[in-house]
């Protein structure tokens, strides 16, 4: 669906991605996400992926993102003109919302020319609210489905608003492009991961298992102050979401304030009972969990899949 090119120029794409690409891009998610940059979101950015040491993880995302510029490219007849200038899988959770706005409405972000959305999950089956409204132009609303995409312009003829979500959690792949190679993503990319080889890093046994960036991704501040007694830790956040409790290792009178938990040793408990697994930190643990939780629900839907074709 193709509205006016010139008053609200946007195109929608059906079933761009496979199901199966949506849910490779979700494991993705689920095992490396981070505090994204609004209350209630997570993000997993390419640098974040570089920085944690999970870079062989961009693989998945490479020929998504060429294919998508070709499209932007082709639509907007700008073909070999745009760079990218931010890649990344965010997910909104229960409580998150967005008003009216246009994707360059900052001065820091004038340089973005379009926008590209890729709905990984479904409204309505994922997750309720957090629909996807227009101020102009047809379509006014846009209900996600996993693997449709949403292109427009990021300036004012596309201004858009995103509904509170009310309960589980909204996932999307979302790209900006740019015709200002100064902010071409790819370039800042590649001179890190030249980085990362020189050093010989990649050649360490086990060296593709994830490693903690800095500390101070984990921090999430609701009035943006950098202390982090007025702040919240993600990690330990998704860890009591997930209905497990923190029990440190060490003699908790060392432990001065929740920070110390990124660098102490711990075990989890749930109710009653202590686990005897140990992990290094809180990441760890965060890691170790989010990988099996997103296992889990793979595992189920493979079961129910063969249990509708039984019946």
């Known amino acids: 669906m193709a509205a006016d090119r010139q008053q609200n120029p946007r195109l ?8 199966e690409q949506c849910k490779e891009l979700e494991f993705i998610h689920k095992s490396c996400s981070t505090v994204g940059y609004r209350p209630s979101v997570f993000s997993t950015t390419l640098s ?28 907007f007849a700008c ?8 890649t990344g899988l965010v997910s909104w959770t229960k409580g998150s919302s967005i008003g009216w706005h246009s994707d360059d409405n900052r001065p820091y972000l004038k340089q973005r020319d379009f926008s590209a959305v ?4 479904s409204y309505g089956k994922d997750f309720r609210g957090g629909l996807f409204h227009f101020q102009d132009g047809e379509p006014t609303t846009v209900k996600p489905s996993a693997g449709d995409v ?5 300036d004012n ?10 309960d589980g959690e909204r996932l999307t792949l979302t790209l900006w492009f740019s015709r200002d190679s100064s902010h071409d993503e790819d370039a800042k990319l590649v001179s890190r991961l030249s980085e990362i080889s020189s050093t010989g890093l ?11 960036a800095s500390s101070n991704m984990y921090w999430f501040s609701p009035d943006h102050s950098s202390e982090h007694d007025s702040a919240i830790n993600i990690c330990c956040a998704r860890i009591y979401a997930l209905g497990f409790g923190i029990y440190p290792l060490e003699d908790k009178t060392n432990i001065m304030d929740v920070s110390d938990l990124l660098m102490k040793p711990l075990q989890l408990a749930r109710n009653d009972e202590l686990f005897n697994q140990e992990f290094e930190n809180v990441l760890h643990a965060l890691q170790v969990f989010s990988i099996f939780f997103a296992l889990f629900c793979f595992i189920v839907r493979v079961y129910c899949k063969m249990l509708e074709q039984i019946l």
Not at 55 to 60: D, K, Q, S, T, V
Not at 118 to 121: I, K, M
Not at 202 to 212: E, F
Request: glycine letters at 2%; hydrophobic letters at 45%; a negative charge.
């Open 202 to 212: 990649t050649d360490v046994p086990g060296s593709y298992l994830p490693l903690p």
């Open 118 to 121: 890729c709905y990984l999950n």
């Open 48 to 75: 974040h992926l570089i920085a944690t040491n999970s870079a062989h993880l961009i693989i998945p995302l490479v020929l998504i993102r060429e294919k998508l510029k070709e499209k932007v490219e082709e639509f």
């Open 157 to 166: 003829r596309n201004v858009h608003s995103v509904d509170e979500i009310i």
């Open 79 to 86: 073909e070999y003109e745009l760079c990218i200038e931010f």
């Open 150 to 154: 949403l292109i427009y312009t990021a």
């Open 12 to 19: 929608m794409l059906s079933n761009f991605l496979s199901l």
